[in-house]
């Protein structure tokens, strides 16, 4: 038998649902303008998956990386969740480098 994929989708299911609860946590302390970074953070773990020999690590780092891109693309909603209630709001949050830049672009949505 091989279960590399049974293992592979249990592990995928639990990054998936980390994802959840940093783009939740992530917007409440930070803010929905760490999006580019977040982004950009997914992306090169995307990229650093394609390099990588061991497939194990490639597809966790993959699946990660996928996680991350989903979750930039969550935090400007989750920041509209937070502002009609349904999740505590913050108004202290830690602003990005170049935020007045940043807040400039629309923020990305699936």
């Given at each position: 038998?091989?279960?590399?994929?049974?293992?592979?989708?249990?592990?995928?299911?639990?990054?998936?649902?980390?994802?959840?609860?940093?783009?939740?946590?992530?917007?409440?302390?930070?803010?929905?303008?760490?999006?580019?970074?977040?982004?950009?953070?997914?992306?090169?773990?995307?990229?650093?998956?394609?390099?990588?020999?061991?497939d194990?690590?490639?597809?966790?780092?993959?699946?990660?990386?996928?996680?991350?891109?989903?979750?930039?693309?969550?935090?400007?909603?989750q920041?509209?969740?937070?502002?009609?209630?349904?999740?505590?709001?913050?108004?202290?949050?830690?602003?990005p480098?170049?935020?007045?830049?940043?807040?400039?672009?629309?923020?990305?949505?699936?």
């Amino acid at each position: 038998m091989n279960f590399f994929g049974l293992i592979l989708g249990l592990a995928t299911l639990l990054i998936i649902g980390l994802g959840f609860i940093w783009v939740i946590r992530g917007e409440r302390y930070f803010g929905y303008l760490w999006w580019p970074y977040v982004m950009g953070s997914g992306l090169l773990l995307i990229v650093t998956s394609l390099f990588m020999s061991n497939d194990w690590a490639s597809a966790l780092v993959g699946a990660f990386g996928a996680s991350l891109v989903w979750g930039a693309t969550e935090l400007k909603e989750q920041a509209v969740r937070a502002e009609i209630g349904w999740y505590p709001f913050n108004g202290n949050k830690i602003l990005p480098p170049f935020a007045e830049i940043i807040e400039k672009w629309k923020a990305p949505h699936l």
